[in-house]
């Protein structure tokens, strides 16, 4: 057993029996999980020592860490195209975890936010959770596809207001450059834009 390891279970109480990932009551037939020293994601686990099978089986295997991806009645699938995985969502409840830095622990947030609504729901996103709506996504994405086909870098879309040069450079009007600054604080912009192939 490893000292971190310790750590957690001393701050246990007595008798709590609840995945310490997603917060189910786990009883007897939990399992203890050895968090390597690379672990910083304390913050996200709930009181508890142990783990359900599926949460432990999810800390262990790296690719609930490296992919994009969904799981329904314990299903997994890599989402290798996420925005259009965003249209093709099976019916609820299923769990959804998009990443871009492949590493973090986010897949744990994933799992305490299932997804029970296609309209709205929280979208997991590494570490953030960010509020998806589904009308507010296809208007965000299309304005995204059209600045990306005339040739806007993704720098600019993320940028908030564009300069003079770049409004010149890229023909953006008055009325898309005032967007693009609105949408520098939607992290679901940032989501249509980071997550498109193109660069
Ligand atoms: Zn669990």
């Known amino acids: 057993m490893d000292l971190k390891l310790r750590k957690v279970r001393v701050m246990v109480k007595k008798g709590s029996e609840y995945c310490i990932f997603c917060g189910v009551q786990v009883f007897k037939d939990g399992e203890y999980v050895s968090f390597p020293e690379t672990f910083t994601a304390y913050q996200f686990l709930q009181a508890g020592d142990k783990a359900c099978g599926r949460c432990a089986g999810m800390f262990r295997d790296p690719k609930f860490r490296r992919n994009c991806w969904l799981v329904k009645v314990s299903v997994f699938t890599v989402l290798l195209s996420p925005l259009s995985a ?21 897949w744990i947030l994933a799992v305490q936010n299932p997804v029970l609504s296609l309209d709205k729901f929280i979208l997991v996103v590494d570490e953030d959770k960010i509020l998806f709506e589904h009308k507010k996504f296809e208007e965000f994405l ?46 679901l912009w940032r989501v249509c834009v980071d997550f498109e192939r193109r660069s």
Do not use: C, I
Not at 86 to 106: I, N
Not at 164 to 184: C, F, M
């Open 142 to 187: 299309a304005f995204s596809r059209d600045l990306l086909n005339r040739g806007v870098p993704k720098g600019v879309l993320l940028g908030g207001m564009p300069n003079p040069s770049s409004l010149r450079k890229y023909g953006l009007s008055w009325p898309e450059a005032v967007r693009l600054r609105d949408l520098q604080r939607e992290p």
């Open 86 to 106: 965003l249209f093709e969502l099976p019916e609820p409840p299923f769990l959804l975890y998009f990443t871009r830095q492949k590493r973090k622990h986010g």
